[in-house]
């Protein structure tokens, strides 16, 4: 069935470090994959995103790449900041509007 | 610029009783998803209703049901609480139907069930 896991589930950095967060899933049928950032008590913001035609997709300090062939996808955050503390959480669209999580990474940044 | 809102905010309810959320969509958005998320999870897909219709349905019970109004509002019941139904419930719209479409996250219910 539909399933994606991500690693790891907490990530310390300090400050301006580079910050990456890998998910793998099990339906090679998915083709859309967004990422999702949680800050306490708020709602999940979608970041970024990347459509199965599209190896690498760049926002400023945000990065998603993505390996149809050994499927996996991941996030790279580069120059940390504080404010990049939350949860993140990877996904994979399942059908209609349907998003599968991952179960989330708890990243850190220390200034 | 008027994003996705749930109301209400906050719900305490005890075992047993019944609750309804709500959910207004992003403006010109049709499609409207329910997500439970426990503490210290990922979102939990529940429905998903696009021009009124329920287009998919997530693994929960039939306690469970939504509903979607012209307006595109929705809404979403849960009938005979249970302690484990203490969860954030969000609302997540998106401009169509499809796997591939944006979907954004209204701030969520939290409800708590005693």
């Known amino acids: 069935g539909e399933n994606v896991e991500q690693h790891p589930s907490t990530l310390s950095v300090q400050e301006g470090d580079s910050a990456v967060i890998k998910c793998t899933y099990s339906d090679s049928a998915s083709n859309y994959f967004p990422w999702y950032k949680q800050e306490l008590g708020k709602r999940p913001q979608l970041i970024i995103d990347i459509r199965s035609n599209v190896g690498e997709k760049k926002d400023q300090r945000i990065a998603v790449t993505l390996n149809k062939t050994a499927k996996h996808f991941s996030l790279h955050i580069t120059e940390t900041q504080p404010e990049d503390s939350a949860v993140y959480f990877c996904?994979?669209?399942?059908?209609?509007?349907?998003?599968?999580f991952g179960a989330g990474t708890r990243l850190a940044v220390h200034p | 610029d008027a994003g996705v809102t749930q109301s209400p905010t906050h719900l305490i309810k005890t075992r047993g009783q019944h609750v309804t959320l709500r959910c207004s969509p992003i403006?010109?958005?049709?499609?409207v998803s329910w997500y439970q998320q426990v503490l210290g999870q990922g979102p939990q897909f529940i429905f998903q209703y696009y021009e009124k219709e329920e287009r998919g349905r997530g693994n929960f019970p039939d306690r469970f049901s939504a509903r979607q109004f012209p307006n595109y509002s929705s809404e979403l019941n849960v009938n005979a609480l249970l302690l484990g139904d203490s969860a954030l419930y969000l609302c997540a719209s998106s401009w169509a139907q499809g796997s591939s479409y944006e979907q954004y996250f209204g701030p969520g219910t939290r409800l708590t069930v005693t």
């Open positions: 403006s010109g958005h049709k499609s």
């Open positions: 996904a994979i669209g399942g059908g209609y509007n349907k998003l599968i």
